[in-house]
């Protein structure tokens, strides 16, 4: 990381899922952090919040040199309106915007792990959205698109080997996860499901991927389609 990037200030934001969060960093130390488990979803109260935060730090808006959010999976709704609101900051404030994974951001809370990690969120429905990382050194890499699971389907997308899950869905279905994985060794390990300060320092080291100018938009990763286009399709 260069030297300038320890003194950039950063709003990050997750409201993708029930547990929203928002994260001030400078650089990547966390400066001021809110949390919020809401099942009504967090549109109404999302820019008093972040105002909140901002004056819990004593910092401005024009303070900021990048805005940061989930672009999912999760809720449709809970994306678009996170992306949304961090596309107009950053447009308005004419600085970088930068979207990062919520399975991304599971997955790099084991930075001292080797092996195959598999971050599991839950999608509700039954099912999961699942994406499997190699860590090797300190590096994690995606191994596999990221999809949407029933529990009992790991099997045939885990192979053999052993295979380290965190997440909420890992948790919720553990029982199911280790039905169907027979005699694989499957590792639970807990990890911090409000993503916000995670997102951010993501975002610290991905400059190639800020985005920025006078059209700024990003491509939300929903996976399962919003339901209004599933109905239109099932329509005769």
């Known amino acids: ?3 300038g990037d320890l003194f950039l200030k950063l709003l990050s934001l997750d409201t993708s899922t029930p547990r929203g969060s928002i994260a001030l960093l400078n650089g990547e130390e966390l400066a001021a952090e809110l949390r919020l488990l809401s099942l009504a979803g967090h549109s109404s109260r999302l820019l008093e919040n972040i105002r909140y935060l901002l004056g819990c730090a004593g910092w401005k808006l024009g303070d900021l040199n990048l805005i940061v959010a989930c672009i999912g999976p999760g809720s ?18 004419g ?12 997955a790099r809370q084991l930075p001292g792990h080797n092996g ?52 909420d869905g890992a948790q919720r279905y553990a029982r199911e996860w280790n039905r169907g994985a027979g005699q694989r060794r ?13 997102l951010g320092r993501i975002a610290l080291k991905r400059k190639q991927s800020w985005r920025s100018g006078e059209f700024l938009h990003t491509e939300p990763l929903y996976i399962r ?7 239109k399709a099932s329509r005769p």
């Open 1 to 3: 990381m260069a030297l």
């Open 76 to 93: 449709f709704t809970g994306i678009r309106i996170g992306v949304a609101t961090a596309l107009g900051l950053a447009q308005t404030l």
């Open 95 to 106: 600085i970088p915007f930068a979207g990062v994974s919520g399975l991304d951001a599971l």
């Open 116 to 167: 195959r990690i598999g971050a599991a969120m839950d999608a509700q429905r039954g099912q999961v959205f699942y994406a499997e990382y190699r860590s090797e050194n300190g590096r994690i890499r995606l191994q596999a698109k990221p999809a949407l699971l029933y529990p009992r389907d790991l099997a045939g997308r885990a192979g053999k080997g052993r295979v380290t899950l965190i997440g």
């Open 186 to 198: 499957l590792h639970f390990v807990e990890v911090d499901l409000f993503l916000a300060a995670a």
């Open 225 to 231: 389609p919003p339901d209004a286009m599933r109905r």
